[in-house]
């Protein structure tokens, strides 16, 4: 699926003298006429019929324009004659739309109303903020049978079971963002100071990506997020893990230094649940006393994600992520739930899949990757907290030791 | 439709018969009926919203602001007088009755800036809440239309004096009056909405 | 439209800026004290717990005291109705637009 | 004949017959002498002729056509690739939100403002508009703050908000440059000059047509843009407030979408949608209005339908103004008002339905002149068409809910838009240059242009319906390769098909700039009715003189300048139509009853002055307050020395009258 763009782009030249060739290949994975649950596929079945509608429409209309012009087109006749209308005709060509326009409405208006169904058992907070997504899995939920007995919170790959809708309560913490899977369902703004809702649901268990599309600033192009169906029994282990128990590195190992150097660099803004200092205290993250809006990206089960900072940086690497994106549904929850370690379970300590230059590159210089505003210049607005993260001059051993300790949260 | 035994009429003829002033200040009127509407439907909505701050019921003081708003009314009353005048062409009477429509403004534009003090001491500036803000810039935007209107009074009253009228004199003492008496009924609606309907 | 201005015309032909029907300056005195009246009356509602009846009757009140300025300060009673058409165009439109506006912060969800 | 024309040489210059009349010339401010000059930049500064100010929006709209559309070049040549590094993220949303604002309110609606300036009193009979200084004002009013609003890009960036500047993103928190507050001031200062010339414009037309000319016998074009003044004047106070409840609260520290305090962002977004909806319409229906007259004409025949198209033209004014949410259909406004607004929305294809078939139907059994002015009209309604149409499959509020915020919708836009507004534009350009320059623009030249543009349009706007149903936001500075697609319909061909349309229609534009500059160059002198028009604004000399027309015409139908060149005769082959006058004997024939005295308003310092402290005051707001009170001084200055000043001069000024009181004002005030 994903070539390098040298043949991509033959395909697509080949590709330009007919359609057949569109039946085989694959198009673009937030292709909204390719639905995947329930929602995208009732306005997808309203959707079409509109759109073949209005290709009737118009077609009709140029082809009376096309004709006309061939047809009286100056060959030298006479002036014709200075004729005012014909109001007869004019009734039936304002009626006529009025007709078709009102065939559309009928369903249009039964379908907003069939889509802004609540009833859920199965809830989700979603909170955007510059640039990326929170999710919050209330507790006390049932999603697909599977009881969130502790609240998890996740960030912008929202995993969810398949064939299981849920309802997302959206809201923002700064600006308005707007959550979007397109094969999943419509959007949906995310509003500072209100709650909205939609409902999702996928048919079967796959990844579904999307991408924030209400302009939100600076880094409104690196706010994407996706959606993870799993199977029952999947998203019951999935739920399991994200609840474990913290478990410190092993002693002595780099991973281990890592840890006392990210309580040091990382947790003033980022929560890893669980994590104690040496002392025994819980760590807590103050990210509103850096951040401006308050939060930064739960760290705790980072290496079962496959990509970062608002769903744009891969956590693995391109040929794994083909591979995943293209495993059967039913093959599909197990490979995602060894995150980073995807195929080769066979050595659990090496990381086949894990895409380290993005991680590395991130911590050295975060604003480089994604513009952010974390110039302490520009800052006064917001009496110094950073909208994003900064630069935070790490060495490469401290990356080192940071990269380890963060490749055991899966 | 105009024909052309009108235009045998010399000047100021139109299509309508009617004048252009008189038209682009009705335009003009209506117009504003949407700039105020927003700024009303703002306050309509952010009324209640001043936290635990000061609202509109305890802050209001009912009683200074009725009288301000007689006294806005009653120089509607003396600015109709003063087109009267104006038709009459007595511009004795016209400058009396603009003075008056214009020392009726000032009093109004002035208790609107004791007002504002007070509520300013009491706590409530123009940033302090949705409620503070969208008042002040409500009830602001038409106090500044009245100066505006006490400006127009009284340059009419100078350049009357002075007989330095271009054009129709009695039309140009008109138009200031529509412009006023619309500022005035704003203030009906802005009284009774912001002031007297419980929020 | 057309049929208000052609109207118009003929009434105007000549003499558009002397309207015959302006009152007299007791008519408006009138007016003004009917106005005050009814400031008197919409002041009252301060003082007086009229509950639930309250806000309907200051709308009315605010409404008749708007329109009696409209028509009759404002001559719209007595000019060319175009200049009414204009105004109330906009005075349509702006209490359309806004309600329905404000309406839909009540409606959602 | 003692035809007094705006000044031209004053006659004490001359000497000869009159001279001695000039004894004091009147002043403004009784210090300056009022400016008289005919000739030279003096005549175009201080000018208040419809005609020079008409000239003067078309070459400045023009001028900011080309910046926005260098504008969107860049954003295409960023677009070309995934992961593009052309411009920078900041600068990407700095770009795309100048690129909108300067296309819409610097150039389609002044340039739509040039057409309706300089043929609105043609069309109606009229020597001027109501108002001329005021006329004058606005346009100085857009030139400036047309230019405030540019000069952000060299003090601290533009605005980067995007042209519907939702809140709170607008605040100073979320966008620290000055960038906004430029843009906010900068729209104030338009809209007044809009809310001006609307109100000056409106005026005209009701007040200031020839004889005879009924509302139900103005050209269509005069209709539209009649409808298109209501609309500006009814829509632009309400972005006024919004304007002033975001300037308010980023320079004075107000609240009003400061969410911690409560508020509710949905209240810019109805503030700018029922200002913004309306402005669509504001936008298309100028063009609607000149391809009703192109159309007519290289089809010799009359609109099928005029009434039907007016009355249309005034429903989508009136429908218009219920629709505004459906940009706000993901906003989470809840079920009901998304059902009533996506109903209201599709009623508004109806009048424009309307439209399109009786257009089609002009064409219909008429005897068609392919000129470029007449490909570009077919052109709008072929383009529109699929536009309007795209439109309404956003107002079905569920498939909206996929479509929103992404190409698709730019897809639609820019089809009504370029492909309506701008072609119809183009349209105009052809078919009026003559009457303008009094030359032919070069119909070679004029074919290159329409059909790289027409072809352009297709291959920039066509795919973007694809790329948005494919999942392309708008407003992204960057797509990934990653979700690029394989298929037909991947995101990289398309783009880059889309991007080098772009440059089809750059292509297409620069043959029209070859095109002045080649016509100014060698054209010959136009023939006084090339077209064989059938509208007013034709019936007098190219360009016309001063004071448009010698004797205002008497109006007697619809199309009076055609009734006049036709008859119908009776042969054998029963009645036909034939053309018994020509132009130029019905021009002799106006011109032998020539009018003995025509009084101009004469030009004036005023309206320039005043609309120079405008942008003082604003930047006064950013800056210094001090520097407000200077602007605000000019401003007074202007106002005071305006009342002051008589709309005509005293006549001792020019040519002194040969006798008699007989004497002609346009306007006595104003
Ligand atoms: C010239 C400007 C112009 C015009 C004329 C229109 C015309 C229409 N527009 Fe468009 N619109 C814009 C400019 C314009 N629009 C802009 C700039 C935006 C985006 C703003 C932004 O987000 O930045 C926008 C966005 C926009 C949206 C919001 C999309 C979104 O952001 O989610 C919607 C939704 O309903 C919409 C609908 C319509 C409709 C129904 C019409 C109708 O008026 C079209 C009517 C015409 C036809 C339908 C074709 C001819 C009719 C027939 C041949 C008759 C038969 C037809 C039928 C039976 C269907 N438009
Ligand atoms: C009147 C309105 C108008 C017009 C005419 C145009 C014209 C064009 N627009 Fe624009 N556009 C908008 C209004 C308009 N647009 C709006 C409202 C938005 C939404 C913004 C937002 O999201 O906030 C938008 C957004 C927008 C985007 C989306 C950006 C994004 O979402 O990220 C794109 C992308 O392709 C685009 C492209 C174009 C192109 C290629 C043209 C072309 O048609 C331009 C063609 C013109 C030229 C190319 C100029 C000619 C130049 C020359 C001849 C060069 C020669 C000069 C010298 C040699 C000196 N526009
Ligand atoms: Cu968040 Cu765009
Ligand atoms: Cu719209």
């Known amino acids: 699926m994903f070539v390098k763009p040298f043949s991509r782009r033959r395909v697509a030249a080949v590709v330009t003298f007919g359609f057949l060739l569109a039946g085989c290949a694959k198009d673009a994975p937030q292709d909204t006429f390719d639905p995947a649950g329930p929602n995208a596929r009732e306005i997808d079945s309203l959707q079409r019929p509109v759109f073949y509608i209005a290709g009737v429409v118009g077609l009709i209309v140029l082809g009376a324009v096309a004709y006309a012009i061939w047809k009286f087109k100056d060959r030298g006749q006479d002036i014709p004659e200075q004729s005012h209308g014909n109001p007869k005709l004019e009734i039936l060509l304002t009626i006529l739309p009025a007709i078709i326009l009102a065939g559309i409405a009928v369903p249009t208006v039964s379908q907003v109303f069939s889509l802004d169904k609540k009833d859920n058992d199965c809830v989700i907070n979603v909170t955007g903020q510059q640039w990326w997504w929170e999710y919050d899995y209330v507790k006390g939920s049932t999603c697909g049978g599977v009881e969130i007995t502790e609240s998890i919170v996740t960030v912008s790959e929202l995993v969810i079971p398949a064939d299981t809708p849920v309802l997302l309560r959206i809201t923002s913490r700064d600006v308005i963002h707007s959550f979007w899977i397109p094969r999943l369902n419509g959007k949906r703004d995310a509003v500072p100071g209100r709650l909205h809702t939609l409902r999702m649901e996928a048919d079967e268990p796959g990844i579904y990506t999307g991408q924030c599309t209400e302009f939100c600033g600076l880094s409104h192009a690196r706010m994407r997020q996706a959606a993870v169906a799993l199977t029952t029994a999947d998203f019951q282990s999935w739920v399991t893990n994200q609840t474990a128990d913290y478990t410190s590195p092993e002693a002595g190992t780099t991973a281990a230094i890592g840890e006392t150097t990210f309580i040091a660099q990382c947790s003033r803004c980022h929560q890893v649940d669980g994590l104690v200092d040496g002392a025994g205290n819980p760590v807590l993250a103050e990210p509103d006393r850096f951040v401006y809006s308050g939060a930064a990206p739960n760290l705790t089960n980072l290496m079962t994600r496959t990509a970062f900072a608002g769903w744009t940086f891969d956590l693995i690497s391109d040929e794994c992520r083909d591979r995943l994106w293209n495993e059967s549904p039913e093959t599909f929850g197990a490979a995602y739930l060894q995150g980073v370690w995807m195929y080769s379970a066979a050595d659990a300590t090496a990381p086949a899949c894990f895409n380290e230059t993005n991680l590395r590159e991130w911590l050295l210089n975060a604003p480089a990757m994604k513009p952010m505003y974390t110039d302490p210049t520009k800052l006064a607005e917001t009496g110094g907290k950073t909208r994003g993260m900064p630069a935070l001059g790490l060495t490469q051993a401290q990356i080192d030791e940071i990269v380890a300790y963060l490749l055991e949260r899966k | 439709m105009a024909d052309i035994a009108l235009h045998d009429h010399g000047a100021h003829v139109s299509s309508t018969g009617l004048s252009n002033n008189k038209l682009a200040m009705w335009l003009f009127l209506g117009s504003e009926c949407l700039l105020f509407g927003g700024l009303i439907s703002t306050y309509m909505l952010y009324r209640g919203r001043h936290g635990d701050g000061v609202g509109p019921a305890q802050l209001f003081d009912v009683p200074l602001t009725s009288v301000s708003s007689f006294v806005l009314l009653m120089s509607s009353l003396t600015m109709v007088l003063a087109v009267n005048s104006a038709k009459r062409k007595d511009d004795r009477n016209t400058n009396l009755w603009l003075v008056t429509t214009g020392l009726l403004g000032s009093l109004f534009v002035g208790a609107q800036v004791y007002e504002f003090t007070a509520f300013y001491n009491e706590g409530v500036g123009f940033t302090t809440s949705l409620f503070s803000s969208s008042f002040f810039t409500l009830t602001g935007f038409h106090g500044v239309h009245v100066s505006i209107g006490v400006i127009m009074l009284l340059a009419m009253v100078a350049i009357i004096s002075r007989n330095k009228v271009a054009g129709d004199k009695a039309e140009a003492v008109e138009m200031i009056g529509l412009y006023w008496h619309f500022v005035d009924v704003v203030w009906v609606v802005i009284f009774t909405l912001v002031y007297l309907i419980p929020a | ?109 | 004949m003692a035809i007094i024309e705006r000044p031209s040489v004053i006659p004490a210059a001359v000497g000869g017959a009159g001279a001695t009349a000039l004894a004091t010339p009147s002043s403004s401010l009784g210090v300056f002498r009022r400016p008289v000059a005919a000739t030279g930049w003096r005549s175009w500064v201080f000018t208040v002729d419809h005609k020079k100010i008409g000239i003067m929006y078309g070459v400045v709209s023009l001028f900011f056509f080309i910046v926005g559309g260098c504008e969107a070049l860049l954003i295409r040549l960023q677009l070309a690739a995934p992961d593009n590094k052309v411009l920078g993220a900041g600068l990407y949303n700095e770009m795309f939100t100048m690129h909108a604002t300067t296309m819409v309110f610097l150039f389609v609606m002044p340039m739509a403002a040039a057409f309706a300036n300089y043929f609105l009193p043609l069309q109606v009979g009229a020597r001027d508009v109501a108002f001329p200084r005021l006329n004058a004002l606005s346009f100085w009013m857009f030139l400036f703050g047309g230019i405030f609003l540019n000069t952000s890009w060299f003090l601290g960036g533009a605005a980067d908000g995007g042209w519907f500047m939702y809140s709170p993103n607008s605040s100073r928190l979320f966008s620290p440059s000055h960038g906004i507050d430029f843009w906010v001031l900068g729209l104030q200062i338009i809209g007044i000059a809009s809310l001006v010339s609307s109100i000056n414009l409106i005026v005209t037309v009701l007040n200031m047509r020839a004889p005879g000319m009924k509302l139900m016998n103005m050209p269509v074009f005069t209709w539209m843009v009649l409808v298109v003044q209501f609309l500006l004047l009814f829509a632009l106070p309400v972005i006024t407030v919004a304007l002033f409840l975001l300037s308010f609260q980023r320079n004075f520290g107000a609240a009003f979408f400061d969410v911690d305090k409560g508020a509710d962002p949905l209240l810019w977004q109805h503030l700018f949608w029922i200002f913004g909806h309306p402005e669509v319409y504001i936008i298309i229906l100028p063009s609607f209005g000149i391809i009703s007259e192109v159309l007519p004409t290289f089809a010799r025949k009359p609109l099928f339908g005029y009434k039907f198209v007016v009355f249309s033209g005034a429903a989508i004014g009136f429908v218009g103004w219920g629709v505004w949410a459906h940009h706000m259909f993901a906003s989470g406004l809840g079920p009901v008002s998304v059902a009533v607004f996506s109903v209201a929305t599709m009623l508004i294809a109806i009048p424009t339905g309307v439209k399109i078939c009786n257009w089609t139907l002009t064409l219909w059994g008429g005897k068609l002149w392919f000129t470029t002015a007449m490909m570009f009209a077919i052109g709008v309604i072929v383009l529109f068409t699929i536009g309007g149409l795209s439109g309404v499959t956003h107002a079905v509020a569920p498939a909206d809910t996929q479509q929103t915020d992404t190409y698709h919708i730019v897809g639609h836009f820019h089809y009504v838009i370029v492909g309506g507004a701008v072609m119809g534009l183009f349209a105009g350009f052809y078919f009026w240059w003559p009457k303008v320059f009094g030359k032919l623009l070069n119909e070679r030249l004029g074919k290159w242009n329409f059909w790289l543009m027409f072809f352009g349009v297709n291959l920039t706007f066509g795919p973007m319906h694809i790329l948005g149903m494919q999942g392309q936001p708008r407003r992204m500075v960057v797509w990934p390769e990653k979700l690029t697609g394989e298929g037909f319909f991947n995101l990289h061909f398309w783009n880059q098909v889309a991007t080098w349309g772009s440059f089809m229609i750059a292509l297409g534009v620069l043959v029209f700039l070859i095109n002045i500059i080649h016509t100014a160059k060698k054209a010959a002198p136009a023939p006084l009715d090339p077209w064989d028009a059938r509208t007013l604004e034709w019936m007098t000399s190219s360009p016309p003189k001063a004071h448009n027309f010698d004797a205002i015409p008497t109006v007697h139908a619809l199309d009076e300048f055609f009734h006049r060149k036709y008859e119908e005769v009776d042969t054998e082959h029963g009645a036909r139509l034939v053309k018994v006058k020509s132009a130029e004997e019905v021009l002799a024939a106006e011109e032998a009853r020539a009018d003995a005295h025509i009084h101009l308003p004469s030009p004036s310092y005023w309206p320039i002055v005043l609309a120079f402290g405008l942008p003082i005051i604003a930047y006064g707001v950013i800056y210094n307050l001090l520097l407000s009170v200077v602007g605000a001084a000019i401003v007074l200055l202007g106002i005071f020395g305006w009342v002051l000043e008589p709309s005509v001069a005293d006549d001792s000024d020019y040519d002194p009258p040969a006798g008699g009181s007989e004497t002609k004002e346009l306007s006595p005030v104003g």
Do not use: R
């Open chain 3, 1 to 109: 439209m057309s049929t208000v201005t052609e109207h118009a015309e003929h009434e105007h032909i000549g003499h558009a800026e002397h309207e015959p029907h302006i009152p007299s300056d007791m008519y408006f005195i009138k007016v003004a004290l009917i106005l005050a009246g009814l400031t008197a009356l919409e002041t009252s509602t301060y003082w007086i717990d009229l509950g639930g009846f309250a806000t309907p009757a200051l709308i009315i009140m605010m409404t008749i005291k708007f329109f009696m300025i409209i028509l009759i300060f404002m001559h719209l009673k007595f000019d060319n109705k175009l200049f009414s058409v204009m105004f109330y165009i906009g005075l349509g439109l702006a209490l359309f637009v806004y309600c329905v506006a404000l309406a839909t912060f009540q409606f959602f969800d």
